[in-house]
């Protein structure tokens, strides 16, 4: 009911529309009138189900032109105004989670009303975000003005609306960056654009690491000056090179350390990996030392051997794309998470009917690059489970429970080395929760104090706030 009229997620009692509206999701994404045509057409209707004017992966359609001009058998009309749309805005999204409201994705009716820092900055500065859910800060003083949400910035359109977004906020604003920061991946679209942007303007850049940013985005938002950063998600690119993903960092003011990670695990693909949550699966079973039969395993096992278009990886959004392919509840990602938001949708719906979780477990063992949480121990042990016909939900539940105890146990054993109690949740994987609720309760109970991103998304939507955090008095 706020001014933003926010969709906010709300766990559904029943099905009210057809399937092909929500699909299995548990949630839907429910939010009141606010503009007086909406109010109209609701009164008119009784309900409406609404979405993005914009192709898949493309920015929001703004020009009358051009949304005249498309061709759908499911386009019965277009509903226009004389009034020119200036800034193409998403709806702003968000949830409940512990009592909290948390930010999804912060768009039309949140930007750019500025984020208040407990410190102010010596110079103004631009954060670049990252590539996928981009957005970007412009810090001046203690104030963080965030842009909107845009989509994936390898698409042409999106890098032109950003870069034309980026002009018009610091005209708006008389905010004239004196550095500029962006994520460390040497390939992101942001980053070439921040060197190109800091070359120009003859200003210095600061790369920040991805994870290092998730976690400093929890900070500036709560006024933390330390914490254990729980960095969960999909893909960042690492200091030494490889794909992270499962971190725990020590982050003490700007700096930080690596005392822990879940264990490298060799896999192939590329992109494609991303999408491919089976081949991610066999991946796993091959460094787990398991076997199948037939040929494209055979050969994904012989490019793995020979280290053809292969990286390491600590990711936990990779492990939850393999445990939901291996217990056949989806082997593709069509969308960002997908076979993530299945398996939690399933763990879910397991726990609701009182079901028992099967016991699952990551071993932890101290090695020379720290402390290391074994993934190929906890995959053995999934697909033998599996094997022997132990219920899909049971398994799903189980591994969520073992995700949130390794996270309790390797917190407890940080915080053995360096007396650190505040504990700061990120990364997409956070959105999950079921996973965020149980990490929250185990930590709670054990003494610590557990942060979680609300002003900004966990996912990449919040590290430019981050990014601009790290680069104050840098």
Known sequence: TSPARPIVLLEKIRDVFVEGVGGESRFVGAFLPYTPLQQLLTDACGRL????????????????????????????GVLYHSRRILTPL??????????????????????PLPIELKESASRPALAMGGDLKSAFCLLAGSRAILSQYFEDMEEYAVAQKYREALTRMESLFGIHPAAIACDLHPGYVTTGLAKRLARKRGIPLLPVQHHHAHAASVMAEHGL????????????????????????????????????HLDYVPLCGGDEGMKNAGMTADCYLIG????????????????????????LSSSMGR?????????EIRSRNSYEGEAAIALENTAAAYAQ???KPYPLSFQIRQSREGILADQRGLIQDLWQARQSGVETGALALGFHRAVAEMVLEICGLIREQTGEGNVAL???????????????????????KAYLNHQVPANDGGICLGQAFLSMNC
């Open 49 to 76: 189900v609404m979405t993005s004017a914009n192709l898949s992966g493309q920015p929001v359609i703004t020009e009358d032109r051009r949304m005249l001009s498309l061709t759908s058998p499911h386009l019965a």
């Open 90 to 111: 998403d709806d702003t999204v968000m949830r409940v989670v512990h009592n909290t409201p948390q930010m999804i994705r912060r768009s039309r009716g949140v930007t």
């Open 225 to 260: 000056s330390s914490c254990i950063g729980v960095v969960f998600d999909g893909t960042g690119y690492g200091t030494d090179g490889a794909v992270w993903g499962g971190e725990f960092l020590y982050c003490n003011g700007k700096t930080f350390e690596r005392p822990a």
């Open 288 to 311: 787990a030392g398991i076997s199948k039969e037939g040929k494209e395993f055979q050969t994904l096992q012989a490019a793995l051997n020979a280290g053809i278009n292969t990286h």
């Open 319 to 327: 492990l939850f794309d393999a445990v939901s392919a291996l217990l």
């Open 353 to 355: 009917k009182g079901g």
């Open 426 to 448: 990120s990364g997409g994987v956070f959105a999950n929760l079921l996973l965020t609720e149980e990490c929250i309760h185990r930590l709670s109970d054990a003494g610590f």
